[in-house]
């Protein structure tokens, strides 16, 4: 089951690549090592969703449940869980081992599979986060069922006098499965709207209209992935692949903290540094590839895109990332052939 992500950042996103840098910015972001493009690594995506996949599961828990644990194992499948939790809580048998563990590293991994009770602070190796995102004991690892590529920038939003547009690229645009007839070069630029400049940025660009069937063809794309932002198609700018890293790395937006010393209350002397972030309003596309496997313990394919769904929620309100506590990492996810229902989102213009 290959499953479609579409997500827009309601925060700026900060991924850092560790270590401090000599040039525009201290701390900066992973970036595509081919195209110099910023992008959220898949291993982030990953790690985040598992936290939130199990963080959702133990929600679902009885408080008597978490807090009687000797009568634990006296109490039914139907009593560990509240009566209006959904099928892939209920109806997984392995959950009943979870754990908020389950969600981080394990911190038992000399312990024996089988030697895995319910009150188990490691991996449990039975529940549907353990089953989904995988495993290791002393004696038995597995795989996890659910794949994540990294999340590619699809349109980027740039500070324009006619206010904010976003930019996109025709290798951009296959990515999502768009494939347009266009012509574009360093100097020129292709929109929506009938003007003959157009700056990008502190960057001036010819323009010229896009041809029918190429709006046609967005159209058509934005029409079922609306990413909350309004008027949308006729804000993109088609820019060339050649120049398309120079736009977007030099509309990062940064931000300049200061450590505090915690004796006088003021600014740390020297403690000044600069981090680089991915703006609010970016698009991004990627996608959730789900195993199929024959064992008969395993969660269905349905269990865990259902699982997956249902903890996406977290993304816009813990976020992803560095620094979320200072106002970095929100996220909305469109995906599972989700409909957005064209409501505003911090993007807009």
């Not at 050649?242 to 915690?262: A, C, F, G």
Request: charged residues 25%; glycine residues 8%; proline residues 3%.
């Amino acid at each position: 089951m290959n499953i479609p992500l579409y997500s827009i950042t309601q925060d700026p996103v900060y991924i850092g690549t560790g270590g401090f840098t000599i040039g525009r910015v201290d701390n900066t972001i992973v970036r595509d090592p081919i195209t110099r493009i910023p992008k959220i690594p898949g291993t982030s995506v990953a790690g985040t969703w598992r936290y939130y996949t199990a963080l959702n599961l133990y929600s679902y828990f009885r408080d008597e449940f978490k807090q009687d644990r000797q009568k634990r194992n006296e109490k039914t499948k139907d009593e560990l869980y509240l009566e209006n939790a959904p099928g892939w809580v209920k109806e997984y048998e392995g959950n009943q081992f979870a754990a908020i563990k389950c969600a981080g590293q394990d911190d038992q991994p000399n312990q024996s599979y089988e030697d895995v009770e319910r009150d188990s602070t490691g991996h449990c190796g039975r529940c549907i986060v353990c089953k989904t995102f995988g495993f290791s004991k002393k004696n038995k690892s597995e795989r996890g069922k659910v794949y994540f590529s990294d999340l590619h920038i699809l349109f980027f939003p740039v500070y324009t006098i006619f206010g904010t547009r976003w930019i996109t690229s025709k290798n951009l645009l296959e990515m999502a499965g768009v494939s347009i007839n266009e012509n574009t070069d360093e100097r020129c630029v292709i929109t929506f709207e009938q003007r003959e400049n157009i700056n990008l940025g502190w960057l001036n660009f010819q323009a010229k209209e896009i041809n029918k069937e190429t709006k046609n063809k967005l159209e058509d794309f934005l029409s079922e992935n609306k990413f909350g932002i309004n008027g949308l198609t006729e804000k993109i700018v088609i820019v060339s692949d050649h120049i398309i890293s120079q736009i977007i790395n030099s509309n990062l937006e940064t931000r300049t903290s200061v450590s505090i010393d915690p004796l006088t209350g003021a600014a740390k002397k020297g403690a000044l540094f600069t981090s680089e972030a991915i703006p609010r309003g970016t698009v991004f596309i990627g996608s959730v590839r789900i195993d199929k496997r024959p064992l008969s313990e395993q969660p269905s394919e349905e269990m865990v895109a259902q699982a997956l769904k249902d903890s996406k929620k977290y993304f816009e309100t813990l976020g992803i990332g560095g620094m979320v506590t200072r106002g970095f990492g929100r996220m909305k996810l469109f995906d599972f052939n989700d409909q957005n229902d064209g409501g505003e989102s911090n993007g807009k213009s």
